[in-house]
């Protein structure tokens, strides 16, 4: 029933950025959390970055932390990663996820519903 869709994907230059957006076409109950996955070709999915709404806290993967900001607004149900100095390594498709149920919400095991996935390709 609650659908997340991605957007702002696309092919960009090493030191490029890129902002992703997600909107969520409903969350009730509110969502606790949502965050950023991505998955590169061959390799698991792993976490990148997500806010808990209340109280409010940022987590973010090391490697990005200073380059990605992840931003959000709860009551229009929508997040999005602002990712600067974009590097090859950062290739991947990258997945919004929303969560509902307390727990630890930067591992994948607490989101329950997923969007679809945007492309990103950082050309070297």
């Known amino acids: 029933q609650i659908h997340l869709v991605e957007s702002g994907g696309g092919l960009v230059p090493t030191g490029g950025s890129l902002k992703l957006s997600c909107e969520v076409s409903?969350?009730?109950?509110?969502?606790?959390?949502m965050g950023w996955f991505r998955q590169a070709p061959g390799k698991d999915r792993e976490f990148v970055a997500a806010?808990?709404?209340?109280?409010?806290?940022?987590r973010y993967k090391d490697d990005v932390r200073g380059r990605f900001t992840v931003s959000g607004d709860s009551l229009q149900n929508t997040v999005a990663l602002e990712m600067n100095s974009l590097q090859p390594e950062d290739t991947a498709v990258y997945y919004c996820?929303?969560?509902?149920?307390?727990?630890?919400?930067?591992?994948?095991?607490?989101?329950?519903?997923w969007g679809q996935g945007t492309q990103v390709t950082v050309s070297t």
């Open positions: 806010i808990r709404w209340n109280p409010r806290e940022l």
């Open positions: 996820a929303a969560g509902f149920v307390p727990g630890v919400w930067d591992t994948e095991r607490f989101y329950t519903f």
């Open positions: 409903e969350a009730r109950p509110r969502t606790l959390a």
